[in-house]
């Protein structure tokens, strides 16, 4: 069974950078074909989808993150992070990790195979 586990501050002052992780358990995330995501979703608002990192460690980012998103990976850990520079209250979000046989950018859950349970994270001085 495949388990993501998404780790992470829960809180994170202004202009600072977010850093979380997710730890992949019942395979690899360098299994041919699977992508990697990153979601989140504001209070009130919407799933959005905001970057992956692919099965060759390609990366590929929404057009509003990619000036501030980093996506990276630590095979040796079956891990990867997501880096968002330059927090705003506007980030506050539960932050998903996904996995997907397919290149997927949709925020919504049933279009991935594996899901993470999602994390808190605020924005605040």
């Known amino acids: 069974q495949v388990q993501l586990q998404e780790s992470g501050p829960g809180l994170v002052k202004p202009s600072e950078t977010l850093s979380l992780t997710c730890t992949v358990s019942?395979?690899?995330?360098?299994?041919?074909?699977?992508?990697w995501s990153w979601i989140r979703q504001p209070p009130g608002k919407g799933s959005e989808w905001m970057g992956a990192?692919?099965?060759?460690?390609?990366?590929y980012y929404r057009t509003s993150f990619k000036s501030r998103t980093s996506i990276s990976r630590d095979t040796s850990k079956n891990q990867f992070t997501l880096q968002l520079n330059s927090v705003t209250p506007e980030d506050t979000a539960v932050y998903y990790c996904?996995?997907?046989?397919?290149?997927?950018?949709?925020?919504?859950?049933?279009?991935?195979?594996?899901w993470g349970q999602g994390t808190q994270v605020t924005v605040s001085s």
């Open positions: 996904a996995g997907s046989r397919t290149y997927v950018t949709s925020g919504l859950s049933s279009e991935y195979e594996y």
């Open positions: 019942g395979d690899s995330i360098a299994t041919m074909y699977f992508y």
């Open positions: 990192i692919g099965w060759r460690g390609a990366t």
